[in-house]
């Protein structure tokens, strides 16, 4: 049998309002204590409640995004069978025959399609578009993933919200577009137009930049974002980059609050290689291009991949 106050069975309460006005109301010293009893295990047990529910709706979602990485991995497994099926069909040169069966339930009992000449050339671009179309998808499930991880301390609720990531990838500026963005807004208002030699201009009608051109106009583009910084000196896409400050300088003359370069080692290189990379993704929008691990590796970075990573 549970406390009795007043002639109501305190065991029969559940509502946590209904105990505090008893609470308030309560003169005798022992009913408040019992009362007090009893709202300290309905509040005990209602969080229970909630963390046991909120547990069960992570597990569903965590289940929901396990299903959706298994169907895209099989919309990939059934893509590439269906093209290695093709590619079998029939000798080098000879007419393919396109099984889309393979594709749609991974039978492969529909009727084959006859393929070739330019026809083949579309179907396998179609293949790899869906290909393409696979990895995106699951790259926004992940991406959608580690955005809840991220949303809220350690135990609190996560919410996954796959709507708002499709919303901002269809939306989402490329990487040159977003640096061309940040540049213009840094500029100051009615400023004279920088020289020839700091400035990646676009080409006329008619007129084709070649690549040594290119590659001087964005080295020299560089060199202009990253002349205020004295530890920084950029004289190539190799070298110059192989200890990350040349990277960091480049992120922080666009977020100059984001971090504070003087505080930077040259010698710290995994460090400033992840900083620069992790901040142009979180301030700037920019998608890492790099691995840290392969440039901590180098000490002669490849300059292909230092001015891909400098164009973005």
Known sequence: MGDWVDGINLSDINDELKLHEMLDSAEDYEDRKKVRARLKDVIAQNRAQREEMIRRREEEREEMIRARLRDADEQKRRTLAMYDAMAKSAPAGGNKTLDVGILRDGSGTSTPEPVGGQKLDL???????????????????LTAYDTAARSGPAGAPRFIDFEAVKAS?????????????LDS????????????AATVRPSGPGIARSPTAIK?????WCKSKTKEYEAVSIDNFSTSWNDGMAF????????PDA??????????????????FRVAEE??????????????????????????????
């Open 216 to 220: 001087e106009m964005l080295l020299n």
């Open 123 to 141: 179907v396998e671009q179609a293949i790899r578009e869906r290909q393409r179309e696979a990895d995106n998808r699951k790259k926004r499930i």
């Open 283 to 312: 301030k700037g929008d920019v998608a890492p291009l790099l691995d840290v691990d392969d440039m901590v590796m180098m000490k002669k970075p490849d300059w292909k991949c230092e001015i891909g990573r400098a164009h973005v």
């Open 248 to 255: 960091c300088a480049l992120i922080h003359h666009f977020f």
């Open 185 to 196: 807004a840094a500029a100051p208002k009615g400023a004279n137009a920088p020289s020839s």
């Open 169 to 181: 990838d269809a939306k989402r500026m490329s990487p040159k577009e977003k640096f061309q963005q």
């Open 259 to 276: 971090f504070d370069f003087n505080s930077l080692n040259p010698k710290n290189r995994r460090y400033n290689f992840d900083l620069a």
